[in-house]
């Protein structure tokens, strides 16, 4: 009986249940007739603040100072709106007084102004952002307004004393739009309807009842069917999800239907023709009517029941019921799931009653408990999933555990069954029933949490800066660690580099570190940001360098100024890349000279950027080398400057600069190369005057190449001599450009020399090459006795090939002739196998 002993009974097997969630810890000293109040739903913080509008207004009207509670009645935080504050919105600067709060749905408290003005705190009171709603609304002032909440979105709509209607549907995207003008007259309610795609407002004005959206031009007129028209409508209220609405007359009727107003569910009298403080629907089943100290719970039906309450009272308006919030304590009203009314309700015979009731008898070691299972053998594992439904929507976790060990005690009949509902059940009640102890205040049910996800109540507790919590649920319900302990501790350290601390920032940067280590998912680049927007400068020094990746570890370095650490790390991780990166930023940052002396200190860094400047900035490559006295450096600059230069004078004066440069730097080799590439570009001007052929920028090889081409032979002979060039090297030159001319007479007269250092093996390839074998055979018979077979086979000589070889007794060369011959040597491809079946033969 004491499980049901707070039910109500509102219709045919329709009970409504109303218990105590908390006692409030602000004890009982707050009247909340006196307070402006809003609260967050899910369970969410509580927000008060004094209701000016019952006290007499003074010319010295205080500050508004608003408190923020959890809903348990403990105290988060308070902190004061100036009502003569300045706000910069939309470029001009406004200022008004308090109109409205309300709550997000990432628990952020907007507070409207009178003059248009939206502003956001966190339920810490620190100041997010601000918004206003146009400049007609600023200009006419406010009268009323409404924060409302859809699925993923807030929304705020206001009501301006010349009864013009405006709205955003997204606060953090705030976007103004007007609805149609309202006629002439006062407003007596409205309120939001929310769809899928966009907001409706109903509007109640004297004896009409109006729908307003932002695409009619007009308001569109609705009628409810009264039992008595003509009467008023001076509240109303929509459901959470937006598909049923309440109309309270000034008759005292209540109307009861859907939002669209089509479709009437009941028409209750309350009997009284005195307001309401509130309306409010008690999830989708009835609708709450809140007087001072009485509360009247109307079903859709038309059923109804009252409550007495001990004080003034507030509604918080749930998915799933409705939370009483009063001065000593704090109540969740709700319709009691109808898995427990089978379960638990009087007489029930229901698998999960029988199952219950079976348990308890077992317990007490009755055989009575062998009559209860025999008459649910057939359906045991529709009692076990009853019982754990019923468990799930237990606020007291002496009824959870009865029920949840009653459905264990039917799963052992039945050991095939999923373990994983029961499983998902006594986790879950673990993480609610955790949640819901009053020093955290989150009072939801398990529709709730359902709803809200268990990522959005870990972030939310975290928000709540209950990080040891967070972790333990996450950890108790191996949560992977990127989206629970990594992302807590992360989140905790951002709130540490927060709080002021006596500790330096060594000690606090050594102590997070500690704590997180190098946990996947942690970015300590995040809370080096964090410190730095803090202004704990040295503090986001200390914590990036435990920052793993290389590139986030600089770019944070170089934003707080600190260069060399940021070069220096930049070298160590080794990533070219990166270290441009560093030194593009540093050249841009510092003047010339500094850059220059500091990357003086990094000598990989400055051979880094040298290495750039011979592509980009030649005049800082040359400051460089003058300042470190690298003569070779600036001769090898000077080298390519004059290759880069297409004046003869300027080269030739380029060239020279830089062989002094290789003197002064004593490096013999480059001096003497470039002594000879001088003397070599003298010859190749004087040989274009003279040829008027273009022979610079030729290498020697080229020059004495081309000059052999055009017949010029003493002048190659001259630069032969005049650079040394060895015999080989020459005649080498000669056979292939004479080839190359078809100067064949040159070539025999060439070959005829007796001092031929080279054979005449290159005569048959470069003759061969230009395709002439009648000048290649001529030469075949000369080369060497080991290649003299090779040439002749080249030159399509088979006869004499296998002549040679025959004589040489050589069978390899016998098998190489064989293997050049084609259909048309059949003759000799005989004689060549009879050949090669001489065993005397040498291999």
């Not at 229901?350 to 062998?370: C, H, I």
């Not at 205040?441 to 709803?451: A, F, I, K, N």
């Amino acid at each position: 009986m004491a499980l049901i002993s707070d039910w109500t009974q509102l219709g045919d097997d329709v009970f409504y249940r109303k218990h105590e969630v908390y006692s409030m810890d602000w004890g009982g000293g707050i009247n909340l007739a006196d307070f402006m109040v809003a609260s967050a739903p899910y369970g969410g913080p509580l927000a008060l603040t004094r209701d000016e509008s019952r006290f007499t207004k003074t010319h010295q009207t205080g500050k508004p100072l608003i408190f923020i509670f959890s809903s348990s009645g403990k105290k988060i935080s308070s902190f004061k709106i100036d009502p003569s504050a300045v706000y910069f919105v939309d470029k001009k600067w406004t200022s008004g007084f308090l109109l409205t709060l309300g709550w997000s749905r990432g628990e952020d408290l907007v507070c409207v102004q009178e003059d248009g003005a939206v502003l956001l705190y966190d339920m810490f009171g620190n100041y997010q952002h601000t918004f206003n709603m146009g400049q007609e609304a600023k200009d006419t002032h406010i009268q009323s307004s409404q924060v409302f909440t859809s699925y993923r979105e807030t929304g705020v709509a206001v009501l301006t004393k010349s009864n013009r209607i405006f709205m955003v549907n997204n606060i953090h995207e705030p976007k103004t739009r007007k609805y149609p003008d309202l006629p002439g007259g006062t407003v007596n309610c409205w309120c939001v309807v929310r769809e899928e795609r966009h907001s409706n407002v109903l509007v109640s004005q004297g004896r009409d009842l109006l729908l307003l959206n932002h695409i009619d031009e007009r308001p569109q007129a609705l009628y409810p069917q009264w039992n008595e028209p003509g009467g008023s409508v001076v509240e109303m209220a929509v459901s959470s999800n937006s598909r049923h609405i309440a109309l309270l007359s000034d008759s005292g009727k209540l109307w009861i239907g859907s939002s669209d107003i089509r479709i009437k569910y009941c028409e209750y009298d309350a009997k009284s023709q005195v307001k309401p403080r509130q309306l409010a629907w008690c999830g989708t089943g009835a609708v709450v009517l809140l007087w001072e100290v009485t509360l009247e719970v109307v079903s859709v039906n038309g059923e109804a029941t009252s409550y007495y309450l001990d004080s003034s009272s507030h509604l918080a308006q749930e998915a799933d019921g409705v939370r009483v919030v009063g001065s000593t304590c704090h109540d969740l009203l709700q319709k009691v799931p109808q898995v427990v009314v089978d379960t638990l309700g009087i007489g029930s015979m229901a698998p999960g009653a029988l199952l219950l009731d079976a348990s308890k008898r077992f317990q007490e070691r009755s055989t009575q408990a062998n009559d209860c299972l025999d008459m649910i053998k057939d359906s045991m594992e529709e009692a076990v999933n009853q019982c754990l439904q019923a468990a799930q929507h237990q606020y007291q976790p002496q009824a959870q555990k009865m029920l949840l060990r009653a459905a264990l005690f039917g799963k052992s009949f039945i050991p095939e069954m999923n373990p994983e509902p029961c499983k998902k059940t006594i986790f879950t009640l673990r993480v609610l029933n955790a949640v819901r102890d009053h020093r955290v205040g989150l009072p939801l049910t398990w529709s709730q949490m359902e709803h809200l996800t268990l990522p959005v109540l870990l972030d939310r507790l975290v928000h709540r800066r209950f990080f040891p919590l967070a972790l333990e649920i996450a950890n108790f319900l191996k949560i992977p660690e990127t989206d629970g302990t990594s992302r807590i501790l992360a989140h905790w350290a951002c709130f540490k580099v927060l709080q002021p601390s006596q500790k330096s920032d060594e000690h606090i940067a050594k102590e997070i570190n500690s704590k997180l280590g190098y946990t996947p998912g942690i970015s300590y680049t995040d809370i080096a940001n964090r410190a730095d927007q803090a202004g704990r400068k040295q503090l986001a020094i200390k914590l990036i360098e435990y920052e793993c990746r290389a590139k986030e570890q600089v770019l944070v370095l170089m934003r707080l100024g600190e260069d060399q650490t940021a070069l220096r790390r930049a070298l160590q991780s080794g990533d070219t890349d990166l270290i441009y990166t560093v030194l593009c930023r540093l050249r841009q940052k510092l003047s010339s000279g500094d850059f220059l002396m500091l990357i003086r200190n990094f000598p990989v860094a400055q051979a880094l950027h040298m290495r750039s400047c011979q592509d980009l900035d030649t005049e800082q490559l040359r400051d460089i080398l003058v300042q470190e006295d690298d003569f070779l450096g600036q001769g090898l600059l000077r080298v390519k400057e004059a290759y880069n230069s297409s004046r003869a004078d300027t080269r030739l004066a380029a060239l020279q600069g830089a062989a002094e440069l290789f003197r002064r730097a004593k490096h013999e080799t480059h001096l003497q190369m470039t002594e000879e590439q001088i003397k070599l570009y003298r010859w190749q001007i004087r040989l274009e005057e003279n040829q008027q052929k273009p022979y610079t920028d030729k290498s020697l090889h080229d020059t004495i190449h081309h000059l052999l081409l055009d017949g010029q032979i003493k002048e190659a002979e001259k630069l032969r001599t005049e650079f040394k060039i060895s015999e080989k090297r020459y005649w080498w030159l000669r056979v292939v450009a004479h080839a190359q001319a078809g100067h064949w007479d040159e070539l025999a007269a060439l070959a005829k020399n007796k001092k031929n250092p080279i054979g005449f093996e290159p005569f048959v390839e470069v003759c061969l090459k230009t395709g002439n074998k009648l000048e290649a055979q001529k030469y075949a018979s000369r080369v060497k006795e080991e290649n003299k077979v090779s040439c002749l086979i080249k030159c399509g000589l088979l006869e004499e090939a296998t002549k040679i070889a025959h004589e040489q007794r050589s069978a390899s060369s016998l098998a190489e002739v064989l293997a050049a011959c084609g259909p048309q040597h059949q003759a000799l491809q005989s004689r060549l196998q009879q050949l090669l079946s001489d065993p005397s033969l040498k291999s």
